[in-house]
């Protein structure tokens, strides 16, 4: 049974201090869009409005907003097929993200990439990738690219616990290392690689070990406790960013859904199933914010209605678009044009 206990100690270096409330408020509202949008694409699935696969961000939303509230909007990332909590943490304007969804010319690659594949440059997403640990060689050369241009830009890129076990993670961070990459390696802790438990397919207990092999800063927090998430990834960002370096998190939290959205989850044991859903951190984070004066209730309805309102309207906007016509087919495919 891996159901990711939450209490991990979340070191942090003693010179970041306590979010500020307009911090946490920022971080919130990233937080609740994120579910939200979620919610409403699933709806739009389950009613046949939108045809793509959704591998649901449920349990992942305070890790990416924690990690993107301390990045600048230049700042890169490079993400996987579970990235809708990266692509709204990190400003991928919502019409343009459900519009791709959709497989609408309006969409952030004017619908030939689909949900597997967001790329919007100007909110920093270079890349969403399918093919697992895929994104760790690109990050490097980003982080590679601004180290020779000198543009002062961190590179972040986020993947699962089982992609830690693909060749490319080990490379990557070998590489990263020696070379000093502003780059932060996030891996987000779920306990499950598809239908596969934490345990049956990884040898280390703690993923944040493995950064020792490279002579890399390693870290496990907590990615469901939002002070310290925020904490960790203000550090790994401005270590990057001052020239210390890469840094491996391991965020440590529960995929509240199944892998994908359909996903009936009969490889989980039912009494797992149910502990998974009371640590689900959204609504532990509401709680929490109001016990510690963060919000009033009043002021998180007031953005939850905002939130809704938003996503409304985007989806609208996508399922109202036009799809790309037959002549988009070989256009942004080759640097150079070429006709069919
Ligand atoms: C190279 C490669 N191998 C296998 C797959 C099939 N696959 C898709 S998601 C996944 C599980 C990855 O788990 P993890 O890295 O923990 O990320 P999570 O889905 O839990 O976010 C696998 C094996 C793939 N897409 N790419
Ligand atoms: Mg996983």
């Given at each position: ?18 979010p ?41 939303e ?18 996987i ?91 990557g ?54 002070v ?41 044991p ?56 037959a ?14």
């Amino acid at each position: 049974v891996n159901t990711n206990p939450t209490t991990f100690s979340a070191p942090g270096s003693s010179d970041i201090q306590l979010p500020t409330r307009e911090v946490l408020l920022d971080i919130f509202r990233r937080v609740i869009t994120i579910r939200f949008c979620g919610d409403k694409l699933q709806w739009a699935i389950r009613n046949g409005r939108i045809l793509a696969p959704l591998y649901p961000v449920r349990g992942h939303e305070i890790i990416s907003s924690a990690m993107a509230v301390s990045l600048n909007r230049t700042d890169y990332m490079c993400t996987i097929y579970r990235g809708l909590a990266d692509h709204i943490a990190k400003g991928v304007p919502l019409k343009e993200l459900l519009a791709e969804y959709a497989g609408r010319m309006a969409g952030a690659c004017k619908g030939k990439g689909g949900p597997m594949h967001i790329t919007h440059p100007a909110s920093g997403v270079v890349v969403t990738t399918g093919v697992v640990g895929s994104g760790i060689p690109i990050a490097n050369g980003l982080a590679w690219a601004s180290l020779v241009k000198k543009d002062g830009r961190v590179t972040v890129t986020t993947f699962g616990d089982g992609a830690t076990n693909i060749g490319a993670f080990h490379e990557g961070l070998n590489l990263a290392s020696l070379w000093t990459l502003p780059v932060v390696f996030l891996c987000t802790n779920n306990g499950y690689a598809e239908h596969t438990r934490f345990e049956a397919c990884t040898a280390v207990d703690r993923i944040a070990d493995r950064a020792a092999a490279y002579r890399m800063h390693g870290v496990r927090v907590d990615g469901t406790d939002v002070v310290a998430m925020w904490r960790v990834a203000k550090e790994a960002i401005s270590r990057a960013r001052s020239g210390g370096g890469p840094t491996l998190i391991e965020a440590m939290t529960v995929r509240v859904e199944g892998h994908v959205m359909g996903d009936a989850c009969e490889y989980i044991p039912k009494e797992d199933i149910e502990l998974i859903k009371r640590r689900d951190p959204v609504p532990l984070l509401r709680d929490w914010m109001l016990a510690n004066g963060h919000a009033s209730e009043a002021e998180i309805q007031s953005m939850e209605a905002d939130a809704t309102q938003q996503i409304n309207e985007a989806m609208e906007f996508a399922l109202n678009a036009p799809y790309p016509t037959a002549d988009e087919l070989a256009r942004d495919v080759l640097a150079k044009e070429v006709t069919i």
